[in-house]
């Protein structure tokens, strides 16, 4: 099965900007969870979509935002960028409601706000 | 939800068994244990997860007393890949994805 698989990798963007970030998550698993990671706050749960609903959502700003489509896949979008969105944003998949779950993580997207 | 304290570093060498050992004193009953593994620029990777007692997988052993108030993740004789930050999490995880929080982990670096 191929793993859970994030685009772009990599993406620079100026403050003021928005940007959206893709995650495909591993066939069959209907949840989605998006987390920013960075070296101040580790990482920081956003929000979790489970059959194209948000289940729950972190603390985070309303320019922080996301949808799942029928496929289970998952964008994200942030609007405004500020510099403190620099970060690794990571997507997770698992199957969506069996007790323990595991959780696969995508390698990330590294944004960088100038 | 429990929170989780892990060393914040460990250092050791090839060949040698690590373990981390993790406090969760407010661990719930439904409450399982469950160790992540993270490389720079990468996503975690699940490690191991269990309840209590002593699990064991191709990778890791983890150990878990009988109070579960604390466990401890085992890896037997380390190599330089092994050198990631470990993540100790504690949750009833079949609720959500949202009641899974990362503590600031364990840096272990493995020397040669």
């Known amino acids: 099965k191929a793993g859970v698989t994030q685009t772009p990798r990599y993406l620079i963007k100026t403050r003021g900007q928005q940007v959206t970030l893709s995650c495909s998550p591993i066939s069959g698993h209907r949840s989605v969870s998006w987390y920013q990671q960075t070296p101040g706050q580790g990482l920081q749960f956003l929000f979790e979509y489970f059959s194209e609903t948000q289940r729950n959502k972190g603390n985070f700003p309303g320019r922080f935002s996301g949808r799942q489509f029928s496929n289970s896949r998952s964008e994200m979008n942030v609007s405004t960028l500020e510099l403190g969105d620099s970060a690794l944003y990571l997507c997770a998949s698992s199957l969506g409601g069996d007790s323990n779950e595991k959780l696969f993580f995508g390698s990330g997207t590294q944004l960088s706000v100038l | 939800l429990a929170k989780t304290t892990q060393p914040i570093s460990m250092d050791s060498y090839e060949g040698q068994e690590v373990n981390i050992t993790c406090s969760h004193n407010?661990?719930?009953?439904?409450?399982?244990i469950t160790w992540y593994q993270q490389f720079p620029s990468q996503g975690p990777r699940f490690i191991i997860q269990g309840y209590k007692t002593k699990v064991t997988n191709e990778v890791a052993s983890l150990f878990i007393p009988a109070d579960r108030k604390s466990s401890t993740l085992s890896l037997p004789r380390v190599s330089l890949s092994d050198t990631a930050v470990y993540y100790c999490l504690v949750g009833d995880l079949g609720s959500s994805a949202s009641k899974i929080i990362f503590g600031s982990g364990t840096r272990l670096s493995i020397r040669p």
């Open positions: 407010n661990i719930a009953t439904n409450d399982y």
